[in-house]
Structures are given as structure tokens and as C-alpha cells.
């Protein structure tokens, strides 16, 4: 009984890390292959840190994070959630700009990059997936889009809203839509990427989708929060997020 | 207005899933639970658990896979596929099929204890009395299980009001087909909108609460089939 209880408590000092830094970040469903990658670059050069994503909708985060939520660092993929937590002072420091998103239509059962928005009011276009415009910056970006080429009336029908953009692009992977608007830099990953080509949705016809992140009040203190934020400025965050399609902030006439 | 249109219509819609489902799985949940009830074999066992599985299961998990069957690629799609019917996913009858799966355990297992508890005493009296199997369930069982009827269709029809995760897996939120009000009260969080939040779902703990007082009020006691010992 004794070698147990020890046993135990040998287990619970061990998994205390002598460096007892970790940081969560909440990041938007849209990062979650362009994040992925940038962690393990992070975690490459600084091995002993933990660090934790967690992935889901802005909208939810910047609720969560209003009650009090432990994220250490907010990345969301619309740059006035952010700001607005500044205001309400869950927030340090400023909300910062890291990427500018793009949509594109895509779709599992045939090669989109032969598509134009006009495609979605074919017969054979059942189901369209788009992110719930109410909370996910996606969904609100593709319906800007559609009501600016005429088409939402048209085919407002046909519509099926993720709850984020990568139950979003879930629905379409699996056939369920046969078609929808999701973003750039989930389908350039080759797991989507596969399936077939995207078009990419004319930045006119949506406002910006300028992206942001800040720290929050939870990482007051914390010196591995800041250095993962100062990495995110660094050569190597910036070409994995070019490389999953997202424009980076300085260079908007790039693409 | 306290509730806006779109939010009655969410809760009229959530009502009239929860009054289908119920209807359904009474059809289909008193066969079963009878079987479970009377059933000897070893058969018995695994078919329960079968049936209890929806309790357990996370909803996101049930909603997944039910997903995937009813999706294009899966057995249940490519069937309708062929049938020339509509796809299942994101429609309201899709959602109908996942509710019935979701609530069958709250139906059945409630008539199932209360058919167990008839016993097999009136059954054989009434099989002396010349009443056919058919004959007797209907006028022996149907009548000494009613207070597990009452139980199992009121249970049935809050939890199906109360689904949420097997609504955001295979709904696709579309609105008076699959927005119920489980999925509108978490739009307006997600949005922010937090007074029409408050309002709809106080709107639905009353409901909800009126239901389940009137279960607690007016269920009898089982008493049926007892002999006094």
C-alpha cells in the first residue's frame, strides 16, 4: 500500500516539468494545419516547452476568453475579436495583424478550379456548406461574397451552415455538400488538396478577413507566451503561413 | 417581442421533431421493449445493450457516424441514392432518423421495466380466458404498463428537445428545417447576442420544466400486476 501510495506521488513529481512553462493557445479552426506546423518548427528549436492548440471558432474564443477562459494567446481569423477583448481589458498589449485570409470555393466531387461562383446554381449543386456567417468571420466573408455576385437569393436554399469553417470544409470533404465556400488555407492542404483544385473567391467582393492574435490577461507573466509570439514575426512562421496560402500583413499586393 | 420569429420558429420546430420522434419510437420502441421484457434467449443481453447504447454514447459521436452512414459514401446514402429519394443529412426527416436512434433507450427502457413488472401472471390468466396474444397485450399489458407509457413518451419527447450534439453534427443548422432551439440558443451566444440567449432558452427551461413536473405529478404508482404477497 505504501509502494503505491509512493509510486504515485513518484509519478505526479515526475510529471512536473522543471521548466513550468507551458502556454494554450486558442486558435481559429482555420490555422489548424498552418499551426500544427509552426508549433513543431517551435517546439524544434525549443524542446522543452509545452506548448497546447486548441482549435475551434473565433467567436466561441472571444466568448470563452470574456468569462475567463486560461488561453494564453488568442489567434482568431477576424482581427476585431481580438480588439474588442483589448477594449474589455482581458487582453495585453495590442492586437496584432498576422495574416490576411481568402476564400475559395471548393469541392470533393469535382475539380473546383474549373468552377466560378455561378457553378453553385447548377442543378447537380444540391448542398452548399458555408460557415454560419453569424460567428464564424468564413461564413460572413462568403455571404459578402455571394450577395455581391447577385447569387445569395438564388441559392440561399441550397445553403448548410458548419458551426466553423472546418466543419465546413468537413461537410463538403465528405460529400454531404457537394459543394462551399471554405478557406485557402484549408485547401491547400494536401488531405483536401487531393480531393481536387479550389478557386479562389475575388477579394473584392468581401471585406478584408485581416487576422489577428494578442495575448491575454492569463499570460501576464509568462515569458514563453511573448516568445511564441515573437516567433510568430520570425522567417520560419511566416513561410509555413505563405506556404497554407494566407497573405502575410506587410505584403497585401503580393497576391 | 420577446421571442423573435426566428426563435419560434426554432422552438416550433424542436416541438414537432420531439412530437414525431415520440410517435415513431412508440411504434417502434414497444415491440422491442416487450421483446426485451419476455425474451428468454440469450439474445436478450446484447440486444439490450445494443438499445442502451445511446445513453452512453457521446451525441457528437452518434451524430458523426450517422454522418457518415447517411452521407453519400455510406451504406444508408448510397441505399437512398438508389431509392431516388433525398439525401438524409441536413434535412429535417435525416434529423427525425438520428432522434430516434438518440431517444430509443428512454423509450424503451422505461416500457421495458414496466412490462417486467406486470409479471407473467395476468397474461397466463388472460391466455386461460381465451385471449390470443395479440388480444391480451393489448388488453392486459397496454393497460397495467400506462404509467410506463406516460414515462417513457414524456421522457422520450424532453430529450429529444433537448438534443444538441447529434443537431450540430448532422443538421447543418439550417434554419426551420434543422435550426432547433437547442442550436438557436447557441447561435446567439456564439454571436453575442446574449439577452435573445437568455430569452429563449428561459423559454425552454420552462417548457422543459412544465413537462417533467407534469411526469412527476401525474405518474401512478405501479402497482400493476403485484399480487400482494
Known amino acids: 500500500m505504501i509502494s503505491k501510495i509512493s509510486f504515485f506521488l513518484c509519478c505526479l513529481f515526475l510529471s512536473m516539468n522543471a521548466h513550468a512553462e507551458k502556454i494554450t493557445i486558442a486558435a481559429a479552426a482555420d490555422l489548424k494545419f498552418a499551426m500544427d506546423e509552426i508549433v513543431t518548427s517551435f517546439k524544434n528549436v525549443n524542446p522543452d516547452e509545452s506548448v497546447v492548440v486548441i482549435y475551434g471558432s473565433s467567436g466561441k474564443f472571444h466568448t470563452q476568453l470574456r468569462h475567463g477562459a486560461p488561453f494564453d494567446i488568442f489567434f482568431s481569423a477576424d482581427i476585431n475579436y481580438p480588439r474588442e477583448l483589448v477594449r474589455a481589458g482581458v487582453a495585453i498589449g495590442e492586437a496584432k495583424p498576422y495574416a490576411i485570409g481568402r476564400i475559395v470555393l471548393w469541392s470533393a466531387s ?38 455581391a455576385s447577385g447569387l445569395w437569393d438564388k ?20 460529400g454531404n455538400a457537394e ?48 516568445m511564441f ?27 | 417581442m420577446y421571442l423573435t420569429e426566428a426563435d419560434l420558429e426554432a422552438v416550433w420546430l424542436t416541438i414537432r421533431l420531439a412530437c414525431i420522434v415520440t410517435l415513431i419510437l412508440l411504434l417502434v420502441g414497444t415491440p422491442i421493449a416487450w421483446w426485451l421484457a419476455r425474451a428468454k434467449t440469450w439474445w436478450k443481453g446484447p440486444i439490450g445493450a445494443v438499445v442502451a447504447l445511446p445513453l452512453v454514447l457521446p451525441p457528437s459521436v452518434l451524430g458523426f457516424y450517422l454522418l457518415l452512414a447517411m452521407g453519400p459514401n455510406g451504406p444508408v446514402g448510397q441505399l437512398i441514392q438508389t431509392l431516388g429519394l433525398t439525401p438524409l443529412p441536413f434535412t429535417f426527416w435525416g434529423l427525425v432518423i438520428a432522434s430516434v436512434f438518440y431517444s430509443l433507450p428512454f423509450m424503451v427502457q422505461p416500457l421495458q421495466t414496466a412490462f417486467e413488472a406486470i409479471g407473467d401472471r395476468p397474461l397466463e390468466v388472460a391466455a386461460t380466458l381465451r385471449a390470443s396474444p395479440l388480444n391480451a397485450f393489448f388488453t392486459v399489458a397496454v393497460p397495467l404498463a400506462l404509467p410506463g407509457f406516460l414515462s417513457a413518451s414524456i421522457l422520450t419527447f424532453a430529450h429529444t428537445v433537448g438534443e444538441f450534439g447529434v443537431v450540430l453534427m448532422i443538421g447543418g443548422n439550417v434554419p426551420g428545417v434543422t435550426r432547433v432551439a437547442s442550436v438557436q440558443i447557441y447561435d446567439h451566444v456564439e454571436a453575442l447576442e446574449y439577452t435573445q440567449a437568455h430569452h429563449l432558452a428561459g423559454v425552454m427551461l420552462a417548457f422543459s420544466f412544465l413537462i417533467l413536473l407534469s411526469l412527476y405529478i401525474w405518474r401512478k404508482k405501479p402497482n400493476n400486476g403485484r399480487q400482494h404477497e
Open chain 1, 110 to 147: 469535382q475539380d473546383a478550379s474549373k468552377m466560378t461562383l455561378n457553378s453553385l446554381m447548377e442543378q447537380k449543386i444540391t448542398r452548399i456548406a458555408i460557415a454560419n456567417p453569424k460567428h464564424a468571420p468564413y461564413g460572413k466573408r462568403a455571404e459578402e461574397a455571394l450577395r
Open chain 1, 155 to 174: 441559392i440561399e436554399q441550397k445553403l448548410v451552415y458548419g458551426e466553423n469553417i472546418a466543419q465546413t470544409a468537413q461537410y463538403v470533404q465528405t
Open chain 1, 179 to 226: 459543394a462551399g465556400i471554405i478557406a485557402l488555407s484549408l485547401a491547400v492542404n494536401p488531405e483536401l488538396a487531393n480531393k481536387g483544385g479550389y478557386m479562389l473567391i475575388p477579394d473584392n467582393l468581401h471585406t478584408p478577413l485581416e487576422q489577428g492574435f494578442v495575448l491575454t490577461k492569463h499570460a501576464e507573466g509568462n515569458a514563453l507566451a511573448k
Open chain 1, 229 to 255: 509570439a515573437d516567433y510568430m514575426s520570425g522567417k520560419s512562421a511566416r513561410a509555413i503561413m505563405v506556404k497554407y496560402g494566407f497573405v502575410l500583413p506587410n505584403d497585401i499586393n503580393a497576391k
